[in-house]
């Protein structure tokens, strides 16, 4: 059985910082990604990486969030710097067990954490 348990949301000020961690169990090296909604709107790809460190991100992340992954200790990450009110949202991380590629697109994703909540005030 598969499970995420996303932690290191939280409040912070515009420009702040953040790590996100998303402990992973029950999945060996599968792709991973960081999705987020905000209130009333569809959840979106913010970050993704494959089994061997490819990454993607979407437009509005590129230079300020960084997604790593650390295989041995079965946990994903997303440092988030330089943060914008318009970040704030539940950020979920996801596994794709059969994905070769850093995809963005939630269809492709198996499995789901809860959540982490990231609210950015200014």
């Known amino acids: 059985q598969v499970q995420l348990v996303e932690s290191g949301g939280g409040s912070v000020q515009v420009g702040g910082s953040l790590r996100l961690s998303c402990a992973a169990s029950g999945v060996s090296s599968p792709s991973m990604g960081w999705f987020r909604q905000p209130p009333g709107k569809e959840r979106e790809g913010v970050a993704a990486?494959?089994?061997?460190?490819?990454?993607s991100y979407t437009d509005s992340v590129k230079g300020r969030f960084a997604i790593s992954r650390d295989d041995a200790k079965n946990t994903l990450y997303l440092q988030m710097n330089s943060l914008k009110v318009e970040d704030t949202a539940m950020y979920y991380c996801?596994?794709?067990?059969?994905?070769?590629?850093?995809?963005?697109?939630?269809?492709?994703?198996?499995?789901w954490g809860q959540g982490t909540q990231v609210t950015v005030s200014s």
């Open positions: 990486i494959n089994s061997v460190g490819v990454t």
């Open positions: 996801a596994a794709c067990r059969y994905c070769g590629g850093a995809y963005l697109f939630r269809h492709y994703y198996n499995d």
